[in-house]
């Protein structure tokens, strides 16, 4: 079937018409303005690589993590990326780190430091984030992690019980039917060094002290 051009806009309601026109130019104009910031973002940051070190974050928001949870904010001013450090885990996906004065330590080195009432800023273990609010409760979740109660009694220096103990000062893991006296701090740190080495699992672990100091430990 030949439709006549002419025809049908001579059958269209000019106010139709106009309408149209104007839903063309608003796609088009838009099209433009999208054409132009992506071109612009391409050329200032090398196609998603920060050139100068500086980043326009009026357009971005930013995804932060409060004591009650993670929140969204809108990013108020431009970003000095001298004081971070940044991962590019996508074109437009970036992970940033404030840099902070962080002190290596190595496993020989953690009786030096009183890890009670520590503050857990990072867990990485294979790349893979933990979250935790306390030492105890990361100890619980790399357990969970190896999900094997022999491998973790064999290379534990706790006392673990593979039995229910609802004694006073124990903890109990249900799902591993697996219960240990729960631990000090530091000796939390020791444990778990001892239980990831053995299954050849890399660790990263940020603290900030009591004192607020703030370490590193990377095994």
């Not at 930013?62 to 904010?73: A, C, D, N, R, S």
């Not at 450090?85 to 996906?93: I, K, V």
């Not at 701090?185 to 699992?201: G, T, V």
Request: proline share 3%; hydrophobic share 40%; with cysteine.
């Amino acid at each position: 079937m030949v439709y006549n051009k002419s025809l049908i806009l001579e059958h269209l309601d000019p106010k139709h018409i106009i309408n149209i026109l104007i839903i063309i130019w608003f796609i088009y104009f838009n099209f433009f303005i999208l054409v132009t910031k992506y071109k612009k973002f391409a050329k200032n940051n090398n196609w998603g690589l920060l050139n100068n070190n500086l980043m326009d974050t009026s357009s971005i928001f930013i995804l932060v993590e409060t004591e009650f949870g993670y929140k969204m904010i809108r990013a108020n001013k431009t970003i000095n990326f001298d004081n971070f450090n940044l991962t590019q885990a996508g074109p437009d996906e970036f992970y940033l780190e404030r840099k902070s004065d962080y002190k290596q330590i190595t496993k020989e080195s953690i009786g030096k430091y009183d890890f009670a009432g520590s503050k857990i800023i990072q867990c990485l273990v294979d790349n893979n984030k933990i979250s935790a609010k306390s030492l105890n409760k990361l100890l619980e979740k790399i357990y969970l992690q190896i999900n094997n109660k022999e491998q973790i009694k064999k290379n534990s220096s706790l006392n673990i019980d593979y039995v229910q103990n609802n004694i006073k000062g124990w903890n109990q893991i249900s799902q591993l039917g697996i219960s240990y006296p729960k631990p000090k701090p530091n000796m939390i740190i020791y444990e778990i060094i001892k239980q990831l080495e053995p299954a050849n699992k890399k660790l990263l672990l940020k603290l900030e002290l009591e004192n607020k100091q703030l370490i590193k430990l990377k095994i």
